[in-house]
């Protein structure tokens, strides 16, 4: 299928002038400004696109400021010395300055694969888009983009606003709508269907009923990419502020099983609704965390994700004769490769998960004053993470709200109080409530 095929006929572009907009170049960075301003005095045309006219237009201060020029990429490259070309799949000039990067493209054409004679490399597969530097006009560039809130140009030559895609009439609504036919659209790249669930979220936006119905019956396309870049695009869904809002619109149109399949299936079948609850609080803690411009990681949001999973293999590991700590050794394992089948984790996150793991059951057997090794638990550097996560469990029920106080009591007392309350080795010990598991399907 091609381009031609899924997009549009090119519309006439709406002008908006400067004196009927708002965005002011005061609120666009400097070093945006640099790079517009040269690609304009060296004969290129140059737009501020996509994200950051959607936010200033909605009175948001945007995360980046992207370029679009006619400018090919060798020949930005020869514009800055602090310039570098990446990317294999979209060929795109990063230019640096210090931490910030303003990313230029260039124009990409509507073409048709099967035509040999264009300017470029392209590559197509099954309607998905593999490689694509095909380069065209900014009118053809412009029908090329997902959205038509993202459709929207920025002029720097006279600082007007260029409408390709009726995208401020959609701004305005408060709707989001796919451009050219969405299950075209969404089969040239299905991340795409995580990009409708990820704006809707972050802008309150309504997804249009045309581009929102394909959704639940295209989700499995998105077992066809790849899990490195799956993990990247889940990374922008559950560590943007609007988690909670985005988990649930993933469920809503069935996005979530296709990437943490295992951990949608115990959400299905659960009746009490315990898993649901847990990962709800995960999700906003984490939102309430970056609203309040504290640290977070994936690594505990992802722990959060795989724990009933985690919970249910160890179980089954000692309901077949295993002891306690080497079947959470085995469920970790088990539930980690599992979930890379669809969404890559990499080690950097992986080996903390397995800690806030295997950590929750030496908060449960050295608290309440069940041994001296509490003191030694402190000191782990793993501690506070499984400590918040405890927290999390008690909230839901899945561990007792009595030792979740302990442990935050004992955290606050001086040492000599901590040693009181750590007790001997020979207390008590508290086993995890057991969950009777809900047979498959199959059994």
């Given at each position: 299928?091609?381009?031609?095929?899924?997009?549009?006929?090119?519309?006439?572009?709406?002008?908006?002038?400067?004196?009927?907009?708002?965005?002011?170049?005061?609120?666009?960075?400097?070093?945006?400004?640099?790079?517009?301003?040269?690609?304009?005095?060296?004969?290129?045309?140059?737009?501020?696109?996509?994200?950051?006219?959607?936010?200033?237009?909605?009175?948001?201060?945007?995360?980046?400021?992207?370029?679009?020029?006619?400018?090919?990429?060798?020949?930005?490259?020869?514009?800055?010395?602090?310039?570098?070309?990446?990317?294999?799949?979209?060929?795109?000039?990063?230019?640096?300055?210090?931490?910030?990067?303003?990313?230029?493209?260039?124009?990409?054409?509507?073409?048709?694969?099967?035509?040999?004679?264009?300017?470029?490399?392209?590559?197509?597969?099954?309607?998905?888009?593999?490689?694509?530097?095909?380069?065209?006009?900014?009118?053809?560039?412009?029908?090329?983009?997902?959205?038509?809130?993202?459709?929207?140009?920025?002029?720097?030559?006279?600082?007007?606003?260029?409408?390709?895609?009726?995208?401020?009439?959609?701004?305005?609504?408060?709707?989001?709508?796919?451009?050219?036919?969405?299950?075209?659209?969404?089969?040239?790249?299905?991340?795409?269907?995580?990009?409708?669930?990820?704006?809707?979220?972050?802008?309150?936006?309504?997804i249009e009923e045309g581009s929102a119905k394909p959704i639940p019956e295209m989700a499995e396309l998105l077992e066809h990419i790849p899990q490195a870049r799956l993990f990247e695009e889940v990374l922008k869904l559950l560590m943007g502020g609007q988690g909670a809002q985005t988990f649930e619109l993933l469920r809503r149109y069935r996005l979530f099983g296709h990437l943490f399949p295992e951990a949608d299936r115990f959400l299905e079948q659960e009746e009490d609704g315990l898993w649901l609850r847990f990962i709800n609080a995960a999700l906003r803690n984490t939102d309430q965390r970056i609203a309040d411009d504290k640290p977070?990681?994936?690594?505990?949001?992802?722990?959060?994700?795989?724990?009933?999973?985690?919970?249910?293999?160890?179980?089954?590991?000692?309901?077949?004769?295993?002891?306690?700590?080497?079947?959470?050794?085995?469920?970790?394992?088990?539930?980690?490769?599992?979930?890379?089948?669809?969404?890559?984790?990499?080690?950097?996150?992986?080996?903390?998960?397995?800690?806030?793991?295997?950590?929750?059951?030496?908060?449960?057997?050295?608290?309440?004053?069940?041994?001296?090794?509490?003191?030694?638990?402190?000191?782990?550097?793993?501690?506070?993470?499984?400590?918040?996560?405890?927290?999390?469990?008690?909230?839901?029920?899945?561990?007792?709200?009595?030792?979740?106080?302990?442990?935050?009591?004992?955290?606050?007392?001086?040492?000599?109080?901590?040693?009181?309350?750590?007790?001997?080795?020979?207390?008590?010990?508290?086993?995890?409530?057991?969950?009777?598991?809900?047979?498959?399907?199959?059994?």
């Amino acid at each position: 299928m091609t381009d031609e095929q899924t997009a549009p006929p090119i519309p006439q572009p709406v002008i908006i002038p400067r004196s009927e907009h708002g965005i002011s170049r005061a609120d666009i960075s400097d070093n945006a400004l640099k790079v517009l301003y040269r690609l304009k005095n060296a004969g290129y045309q140059a737009y501020m696109v996509g994200g950051g006219v959607r936010d200033l237009s909605l009175g948001r201060e945007p995360k980046d400021f992207d370029v679009a020029t006619d400018a090919r990429p060798e020949d930005v490259k020869a514009l800055f010395r602090n310039c570098r070309l990446i990317g294999r799949r979209f060929r795109l000039a990063h230019v640096h300055f210090g931490p910030e990067i303003i990313e230029v493209a260039t124009f990409r054409a509507l073409h048709d694969p099967t035509n040999g004679d264009v300017e470029g490399d392209v590559a197509m597969e099954d309607g998905r888009i593999l490689r694509d530097n095909v380069y065209g006009t900014v009118e053809e560039d412009a029908m090329r983009r997902d959205f038509t809130i993202n459709s929207l140009y920025y002029n720097i030559a006279d600082f007007s606003i260029v409408d390709f895609a009726n995208g401020v009439p959609d701004l305005k609504a408060g709707l989001l709508r796919m451009i050219g036919d969405p299950e075209a659209r969404y089969r040239e790249d299905p991340v795409r269907m995580l990009r409708a669930v990820r704006f809707a979220a972050k802008l309150g936006f309504r997804i249009e009923e045309g581009s929102a119905k394909p959704i639940p019956e295209m989700a499995e396309l998105l077992e066809h990419i790849p899990q490195a870049r799956l993990f990247e695009e889940v990374l922008k869904l559950l560590m943007g502020g609007q988690g909670a809002q985005t988990f649930e619109l993933l469920r809503r149109y069935r996005l979530f099983g296709h990437l943490f399949p295992e951990a949608d299936r115990f959400l299905e079948q659960e009746e009490d609704g315990l898993w649901l609850r847990f990962i709800n609080a995960a999700l906003r803690n984490t939102d309430q965390r970056i609203a309040d411009d504290k640290p977070v990681t994936p690594a505990f949001l992802f722990a959060a994700l795989l724990w009933p999973v985690v919970v249910d293999l160890q179980q089954t590991y000692q309901d077949d004769g295993e002891d306690e700590a080497p079947a959470l050794q085995n469920a970790c394992t088990d539930a980690l490769e599992r979930q890379v089948q669809r969404v890559a984790i990499p080690k950097r996150f992986s080996l903390p998960m397995r800690e806030i793991f295997t950590l929750q059951s030496r908060l449960e057997r050295y608290g309440l004053g069940a041994g001296k090794r509490a003191l030694r638990l402190l000191g782990h550097p793993r501690f506070r993470a499984a400590y918040d996560f405890l927290l999390l469990r008690a909230e839901v029920g899945d561990a007792p709200q009595e030792l979740a106080d302990w442990w935050t009591r004992f955290q606050d007392s001086n040492p000599g109080e901590r040693v009181e309350m750590a007790g001997s080795e020979g207390g008590p010990r508290r086993k995890r409530r057991r969950r009777r598991r809900k047979p498959a399907a199959s059994e």
